[in-house]
């Protein structure tokens, strides 16, 4: 395993790197496509709308108010003109160009035109905002000659026309026609990240699990291979004939048999809770109770091996509020379990301080020690189940590490809050929160 996820975490980021790189040159070769396709639709609608406007209507219309002003030949000459400015209004050329552009698939896009010479002197049908985009040397523009057919009566009387159509900001239309790609291709992404992430957590959270696992099997089997041993030996001493005659010493014997019994039996016993817990199948008998009259219940049952380990237990039951809904079992455990840690994890001469008091509508228990203490790293996983920390020189210590996970399990289902805090080296402390009963 420790080979293999760097291998697999390598593997997965090169795919997903290759993938994103794929996906922007996809992209860019989609826009390029779109920009060249809106080029040649616009190239075709302008040779459409020009064509139109050299068909569509007559060279006769009605003279103008400024034609009936100028001598007779010169509005003869412009009466029999083709030009375009002369035969179509500036809505008129519009609404062609407009048809044309929608014809070849450019809608919704804003646009410019003009309708001029090919020196933009004289007469200039064009839109508005024209001459701005058309000063603009970024900008691309499409342009169709318009000239009678050849050959026609009055092909020499027309001068040279242009149509001449813009469609600013181009490449912004093209970003705007792809935007479902591009929002596509990054939703697909952050999803495959996700996933990429997911998986990188769940080889690290599985990794854990089977260090866990290993811990937990190595000190299972050092837990009953001790009494076993015990008991095994105990028998064989009553085998002898020596001993068994012996009312005293077989006394002894099955004695230390039962103690052994009991010990592997309180173990079995953990593992059950453990896993009644994990189905959340241990219910609670909730009672209006004494948080003091439990506690003091908790130490009398610690006072026998804080003698042992010449420690010094200092007891504070300052919180006059003091009344909880508290299951009498559980909480006495879980107090138990927090005073046996702290004894179990402490050095020479160990001293343990439990102090109640009360904040706001809350009961708060602290549990002081001076103690091996615990790092930034173990103090974040303390609560984990069968997490064990590492205790350096201490090889006293013993269990599943299931006895934290318990108190934190219970302590939150009496309605409650629990932190640890901890000094490496200088001790621990756990302070527990519970709601008052009304």
């Given at each position: 395993m420790k080979r293999i996820f760097p291998v697999i975490t390598v593997l997965?980021?090169?795919?997903?790197?290759?993938?994103?790189?794929?996906?922007?040159?996809?992209?860019?070769?989609?826009?390029?496509?779109?920009?060249?396709?809106?080029?040649?639709?616009?190239?075709?609608a302008t040779g459409r709308a020009g064509l139109r406007l050299m068909d569509e209507k007559p060279a006769f219309v009605a003279p103008r108010k400024s034609d009936l002003l100028m001598s007779t030949g010169s509005f003869y000459m412009d009466f029999m003109k083709h030009a375009v400015r002369n035969r179509f209004s500036k809505d008129e050329i519009n609404t062609i160009v407009k048809e044309?552009?929608?014809?070849?698939?450019?809608?919704?896009?804003?646009?410019?035109?003009?309708?001029?010479?090919?020196?933009?002197?004289?007469?200039?049908?064009?839109?508005?905002?024209?001459?701005?985009?058309?000063?603009?040397?970024?900008?691309?523009?499409?342009?169709?000659?318009?000239?009678?057919?050849?050959?026609?009566?009055?092909?020499?009387?027309?001068?040279?026309?242009?149509l001449i159509v813009i469609v600013?900001?181009?490449?912004?239309?093209?970003l705007k026609g792809i935007t479902w790609f591009i929002l596509g291709a990054i939703l697909f992404t952050l999803i495959i990240v996700s996933a990429f992430f997911l998986t990188i957590r769940t080889l690290l959270r599985q990794k854990k699990i089977g260090e866990i696992k290993s811990d937990f099997i190595n000190n299972m089997t050092h837990e009953f291979k001790t009494p076993l041993a015990t008991i095994s030996l105990a028998v064989d001493a009553l085998k002898n004939e020596k001993v068994s005659g012996d009312k005293?010493?077989?006394?002894?014997?099955?004695?230390?048999?039962?103690?052994?019994?009991?010990?592997?039996?309180?173990?079995?016993?953990?593992?059950?809770?453990?896993?009644?817990?994990?189905?959340?199948?241990?219910?609670?008998?909730?009672?209006?109770?004494?948080?003091?009259?439990?506690?003091?219940?908790?130490v009398n049952n610690i006072s026998l091996p804080m003698a042992e380990k010449n420690g010094q237990l200092i007891v504070k039951l300052d919180a006059e509020k003091d009344i909880i809904m508290a299951d009498d079992v559980h909480f006495t455990n879980f107090v138990n379990n927090l005073l046996?840690?702290?004894?179990?994890?402490?050095?020479?001469?160990?001293?343990?301080?439990?102090?109640?008091?009360?904040?706001?509508?809350?009961?708060?228990?602290?549990?002081?020690d001076n103690g091996i203490g615990m790092n930034k790293e173990t103090l974040s996983r303390i609560f984990e189940k069968f997490y064990r920390a590492h205790t350096g020189n201490v090889h006293n210590v013993?269990?599943?590490?299931?006895?934290?996970?318990?108190?934190?399990?219970?302590?939150?289902?009496?309605?409650?809050?629990?932190?640890?805090?901890?000094?490496?080296?200088?001790?621990?402390?756990?302070?527990?929160s519970f709601p008052l009963a009304k």
């Open positions: 997965i980021t090169i795919s997903l790197l290759g993938l994103i790189f794929f996906q922007i040159l996809w992209l860019i070769s989609v826009k390029d496509f779109k920009q060249a396709q809106l080029k040649e639709n616009l190239e075709k044309s552009l929608e014809e070849n698939n450019i809608k919704n896009v804003p646009y410019e035109f003009a309708v001029t010479d090919a020196n933009l002197v004289g007469d200039v049908i064009a839109t508005d905002n024209f001459s701005r985009y058309d000063a603009d040397s970024n900008t691309e523009k499409k342009l169709f000659l318009l000239a009678p057919p050849s050959g026609s009566n009055t092909e020499n009387l027309v001068p040279q026309e242009w600013p900001h181009q490449s912004d239309i093209v005293e010493k077989t006394n002894y014997f099955t004695g230390i048999i039962k103690e052994e019994n009991k010990r592997m039996n309180k173990q079995v016993e953990a593992i059950l809770q453990a896993a009644l817990l994990d189905k959340q199948e241990v219910q609670l008998n909730l009672k209006r109770l004494s948080a003091n009259e439990l506690i003091n219940n908790a046996d840690n702290a004894l179990k994890y402490s050095k020479e001469n160990p001293l343990i301080k439990l102090t109640t008091s009360n904040h706001n509508n809350l009961l708060k228990i602290k549990i002081e013993k269990g599943f590490g299931l006895g934290l996970s318990y108190v934190k399990t219970m302590v939150e289902a009496h309605k409650g809050t629990i932190k640890a805090e901890s000094i490496l080296g200088k001790g621990s402390s756990f302070i527990i």
